[in-house]
Antibody, heavy 123, light 107 residues
Framework: EVQLVESGGGLVKPGGSLRLSCAASGFTFSSYSMNWVRQAPGKGLEWVSS????????NSADSLKGRFTISRDNAKNSLYLQMNSLRAEDTAVYYC????????????????WGQGTLVTVSS | SYELTQPPSVSVSPGQTASITCSGD??????VCWYQQKPGQSPVLVIY???KRPSGIPERFSGSNSENTATLTISGTQAMDEADYYC??????????FGTGTKVTVL
């Protein structure tokens, strides 16, 4: 059974940093591209960042570039999101999601999602 | 940047058909998928590549995509289908683009 378990969320002050983790199991993690997607309270889904399986290719939402960095450790079956210079508008539930078998640049859907971890940015 | 627009809400009676639209420029040239999200839960993929259903998704869920509009259709809607639904398309520059979301209410 595919499982994605996020951790690392919490309360952080504006300007602070946080590192989110996503532990993957039930599939060959090193063969799949991965994503972070966030959802502000009461709002819709927003793509944050993607990383290919190798991880040769990385891409992030333009509005977040320079502050958020996605990475992965295939030996540890883990995905990460380093978030710096956090702002109130970054408050959201952050989901990790697996890209389907077709891969990152083939338009494959996000076929499995974790339960999410809540990040609250407030003084 | 590429944008996808959905109606904020759709109401449907039990057993009837609900149709949720997703509009975007030349959307028919892209693959569209749909996610269902129930309150307090993570999104679940219900349609991918315009018309395909993942295993475990009921046959009452179907999709289409042509020109500038993709449509998710729920036939014989059940109370358990009450949820938010998001369309999503893939764009070579912004990768994953999500629609604005539609709340489906089963009255």
């Amino acid at each position: 059974e595919v499982q994605l378990v996020e951790s690392g969320g919490g309360l952080v002050k504006p300007g602070g940093s946080l590192r989110l983790s996503c532990a993957a199991s039930g599939f060959t993690f090193s063969s799949y591209s991965m994503n972070w997607v966030r959802q502000a309270p009461g709002k819709g889904l927003e793509w944050v960042s993607s990383i290919s399986s190798s991880p040769t290719y990385i891409n992030s939402a333009d509005s977040l570039k320079g502050r958020f960095t996605i990475s992965r450790d295939n030996a540890k079956n883990s995905l990460y999101l380093q978030m710096n210079s956090l702002r109130a508008e970054d408050t959201a539930v952050y989901y990790c999601a697996r890209v389907g078998p077709g891969g990152l640049y083939s338009g494959s859907p996000l076929d499995y999602w974790g339960q999410g971890t809540l990040v609250t940015v407030s003084s | 940047s590429y944008e996808l627009t959905q109606p904020p809400s759709v109401s449907v009676s039990p057993g009837q058909t609900a149709s949720i639209t997703c509009s975007g420029d030349k959307l028919g040239d892209k693959y569209v998928c749909w996610y269902q999200q129930k309150p307090g839960q993570s999104p679940v993929l219900v349609i991918y590549e315009d018309t395909k259903r993942p295993s475990g998704i009921p046959e009452r869920f179907s999709g289409s995509n042509s020109e500038n509009t993709a449509t998710l259709t729920i036939s014989g809607t059940q109370a358990m289908d009450e949820a938010d639904y998001y369309c999503q398309a893939w764009d070579s520059s912004t990768l994953y683009v999500f629609g604005t979301g539609t709340k489906v209410t089963v009255l």
